[in-house]
């Protein structure tokens, strides 16, 4: 009697946890639902399709430039012309996306866009890639655009969520790119894969602009057509940066230095992971691109409970262990001799990353109010704390006029500290990551 009374007892508690359990997972699929619709869902499908394209010349972009005559330093230089651009029109993108159609921006900046990758399909030199990447960087009215519609198209109760689901899709559809783009090199050659690749980069980039004017949308907003000449434009958007910085809360201010800290590390060491990996540690590109694979299935498996957490926990304490995670395997990276242990190294990032992806965007938009995020994203990006190592450094939407400067700098330097020593690269972006995760803990 006892015992059939035990497990009655025991049936109970474990069909109330069943229905529990159930009654939670079928929560998380209905807050997936209304997340993933309209514009999140535009600019997700977007992504997804740059993922076959654009995504893949990404990490194997150094050998590009070294493939068409440019040295370690001429690789930062060309790194560093994007962002170039971008120091002096963020102000007027993040002025006019405030006041104009943020639909109409993304649109007719990213026809122009796909018309400018012709430029990497028939270089002859690295100086074109470098007048490409130039060219490019006047287009950073994409970016604050994007990014103010997109903080205002996701529920406020859902971001981090809202942010992973943006990020994870595209990843998980192109987890294959650097492996394709490592075979591609390894029957073709680094100019005859890189030039396909940026064919496609040019048919995908015009489809993308058209499908964003068609089907992204917008609340009404007032248009002020004609009423300032292009001088009263940069004056009044400089005059609104400025005052931005000002309004700008501790916090902020605090989460912008340590944006500054990423990028400038970040565009130091970026451009030299396919360069050290194949000349220093014999790797082939198709290994490198593997590499990339088995992380990416990493971030591509967490990133959606990371989000989950993040809205859960805050971004705060998440950000904190993230970049001390993050900081383990970059100190460590000197060490790496070995195929098993470089991929080792890069999961472990990987696990970081997934967090950092989630939770700085999330923190960012939270932190922002709706009025302002045109000229805040415009001087700091998306707020996008991350690691790259797929490389293609310059410009996204975690761009912005704040971060031009580290990113110019970090782009520059970065050759010439690579010449000189690679180790150093890992060590200071490991202490830079642990710097972050202070100012995280202390001011967030």
């Known amino acids: 009697m006892v015992a059939s009374s035990n497990h009655k007892r025991v049936s109970r508690v474990g069909g109330k946890l069943f229905t529990q359990e159930r009654t939670r997972c079928l929560a998380d699929m209905q807050s997936l639902k209304e997340v993933m619709r309209g514009n999140l869902l535009i600019f997700t499908i977007g992504d997804v399709v740059r993922q076959l394209s654009m995504f893949i010349t990404f990490p ?191 916090n902020l201010k605090a989460f912008g230095l340590m944006l500054v800290l990423g990028f400038l590390l970040n565009n130091m060491v970026s451009n030299y992971w396919v360069i050290y990996a194949t000349q220093s540690l014999g790797l082939e590109p198709i290994q490198w691109g593997m590499v990339l694979l088995i992380a990416s299935v990493f971030n591509v498996v967490l990133m959606i409970p990371a989000g989950m957490l993040v809205d859960r926990m805050g971004p705060k304490r998440v950000l904190t262990w993230a970049l001390l995670l993050g900081a383990v395997p970059m100190l460590l990276f000197r060490f790496a001799t070995s195929f098993v242990y470089v991929t080792t190294l890069l999961v472990v990032m990987t696990v970081a990353n997934s967090f950092l992806m989630s939770g700085a965007p999330a923190y960012m938009t939270h932190s922002v109010p709706p009025e302002r995020r045109g000229r805040v994203m415009s001087a700091l990006g998306q707020g996008m704390l991350f690691i790259n190592t797929r490389g293609g450094g310059g410009g996204g939407p975690g761009m912005g006029t704040l971060l031009t400067i580290p990113s110019i700098i970090g782009s520059v330097i970065g050759g010439f500290v690579y010449g000189y020593n690679p180790n150093l690269l890992w060590m200071s972006f490991g202490v830079a990551l642990i710097l972050s995760a202070v100012i995280s803990d202390r001011f967030l």
């Open 60 to 250: 194997y972009f150094s050998l590009y430039v070294v493939a068409l005559g440019g040295s370690m330093v001429d690789i930062g230089i060309v790194n560093s012309l994007r962002p170039l651009t971008g120091l002096f029109l963020y102000p007027v993108a993040g002025y006019i996306s405030d006041r104009y159609s943020k639909v109409k921006i993304i649109g007719y900046t990213g026809i122009l866009s796909g018309v400018l990758w012709s430029i990497f399909i028939f270089a002859r030199d690295w100086r074109w890639i470098a007048v490409g990447n130039f060219l490019l960087g006047l287009l950073t009215f994409y970016f604050p655009a994007s990014n103010a519609l997109m903080a205002s198209s996701i529920p406020e109760d859902k971001r981090a969520l809202g942010y992973s689901l943006w990020l994870a899709i595209p990843m998980a559809t192109g987890i294959l790119s650097p492996l394709a783009g490592g075979y591609l090199i390894s029957i073709w050659g680094v100019k005859a894969a890189m030039r396909f690749l940026y064919g496609l980069t040019f048919v995908v980039g015009l489809f993308i602009a058209f499908m964003n004017l068609k089907y992204l949308k917008e609340p009404p907003v007032k248009e002020y057509k004609n009423s300032l000449n292009l001088i009263g434009v940069l004056k009044e958007s400089y005059r609104g940066m400025f005052e931005m910085l000002r309004w700008l809360p501790r």
